[in-house]
């Protein structure tokens, strides 16, 4: 039974800084990918980052590259992300899912953690 564990959100002034955590457990760790997704009111969920954990690959939307980065501690099943520069256009929920491929859609990630709120204030 594949579980995750998404943790870490919080509020923050701009410019701020922010670690998630997506705990991985009941699966394989190195045979998924892992990938944070956040979702706004009113608007669709969009993945942010994802690692390839058996290489350390990894995938980030263009808003938050140089700013965001992912990685993963394969000895803990977990999977994080260092959050930088914060701007309130980051407000959302987030969100950790696994899957198969960092390529994949939305609907191809087919576990997901429970979200994690985070909130930049201007």
């Known amino acids: 039974d594949v579980q995750l564990q998404a943790s870490g959100g919080g509020l923050v002034q701009a410019g701020g800084s922010l670690r998630l955590s997506c705990a991985a457990a009941?699966?394989?760790?190195?045979?998924?990918?892992i990938a944070w997704f956040r979702q706004a009111p009113g608007k669709e969920r969009e993945g942010v980052s994802c690692?390839?954990?058996?290489?350390?690959?990894?995938v980030y939307l263009d808003p938050v590259k140089g700013r965001f980065t992912i990685s993963s501690d394969s000895a803990e099943n977990t999977v994080y992300l260092q959050m930088n520069s914060l701007k309130p256009e980051d407000t959302a929920v987030y969100y950790c899912?696994?899957?198969?491929?960092?390529?994949?859609?939305?609907?191809?990630?087919?576990?997901w953690g429970q979200g994690t709120q985070v909130t930049v204030s201007s």
């Open positions: 690692i390839k954990t058996s290489d350390g690959s990894t």
């Open positions: 009941g699966f394989v760790f190195d045979d998924y990918v």
């Open positions: 899912a696994a899957g198969s491929s960092c390529h994949g859609r939305v609907r191809d990630f087919n576990s």
